[in-house]
């Protein structure tokens, strides 16, 4: 006998499981899953030596995405409603107090590779904004790659990593948040860890930047619809016997 409906049943599933597909997330400006990460305090600081009150070198959002870094305190500071979190170090008086700038390295990872789905960027500007006297640039390195995203004007920038290009949509003038989205940034390259730094050596008039958020997607569900595909195999294997 040979059933065949069973099996395009389950395949029915199996892309409707896909489709909806929850995933771990975080976001400052919306306050979204911060987990002990809320607890960063929010500061107005300039760049007259102000201290910083924060204490926190590393946090991990309530999906268990993990921020740290290279030295310094975590900082949060807000911008035309955007908020981003950037670093604070008393050994780069010259940078921005909040976010980060040559020599700071912020750290996201997580404990499994995976696909990620977005990395929201903020406080990226275009010249003149803020006094910043060049298009700003964010580096980003994840897998042994290392990718930019490049403010192209007052409303887009472009992101490029291992020979892919992207054009983004935001607000880099002094009236904007300079936030920008990236979208699935590394492509099908399954990756624990990203690293954000800026590679133009200077003070807070060259490149900065910070993080607002990020996705990823549920690693325990990935694993879920691998050993679906093993069942429906099977089931399908047997109605045609």
């Known amino acids: 006998m040979k059933l065949t409906q069973p099996s395009v049943s389950i395949g029915a599933i199996s892309v409707f499981l896909v489709l909806s597909a929850p995933?771990?997330?975080?976001?400052?400006?919306?306050?979204?899953?911060?987990?002990?990460?809320?607890?960063?305090?929010?500061?107005?600081?300039?760049?007259?030596?102000?201290?910083?009150?924060?204490?926190?070198?590393?946090?991990?959002?309530?999906?268990?995405?993990?921020?740290?870094?290279?030295?310094?305190?975590?900082?949060?500071?807000?911008v035309n409603g955007t908020k981003g979190v950037g670093i604070y170090d008393d050994l780069h008086p010259n940078g921005s107090l909040q976010e980060i700038d040559f020599g700071e390295t912020l750290t996201l990872s997580t404990a499994t590779p995976s696909i990620w789905k977005s990395i929201d960027i903020s406080f990226l500007y275009q010249e003149g904004a803020f006094g910043d006297v060049v298009d700003e640039v964010a580096t980003i390195k994840a897998g042994g790659i290392t990718g930019t995203l490049s403010v192209l004007g007052t409303?887009?920038?472009?992101?490029?990593?291992?020979?892919?290009?992207?054009?983004?949509?935001?607000?880099?003038?002094?009236?904007?948040?300079?936030?920008?989205?990236?979208?699935?940034p590394f492509g099908d390259t399954k990756v624990s860890t990203v690293t954000l730094t800026s590679t133009q050596d200077g003070n807070y008039i060259y490149s900065d930047f910070a993080v607002t958020g990020a996705t990823v997607p549920e690693p325990s569900l990935l694993i879920g619809l691998s050993t679906l595909g093993v069942v429906m195999t099977v089931l399908t294997a047997k109605t045609k016997e």
């Open 23 to 78: 995933a771990y997330a975080f976001n400052f400006t919306t306050g979204t899953n911060l987990g002990d990460c809320g607890d960063i305090p929010l500061e107005k600081l300039s760049n007259n030596n102000d201290l910083s009150v924060s204490t926190i070198s590393t946090c991990t959002t309530a999906d268990g995405i993990t921020l740290s870094t290279n030295g310094g305190v975590l900082s949060l500071k807000e």
């Open 155 to 184: 409303d887009s920038a472009e992101w490029s990593w291992n020979g892919f290009t992207q054009i983004l949509s935001g607000n880099a003038t002094s009236s904007g948040g300079g936030a920008f989205s990236i979208l699935n």
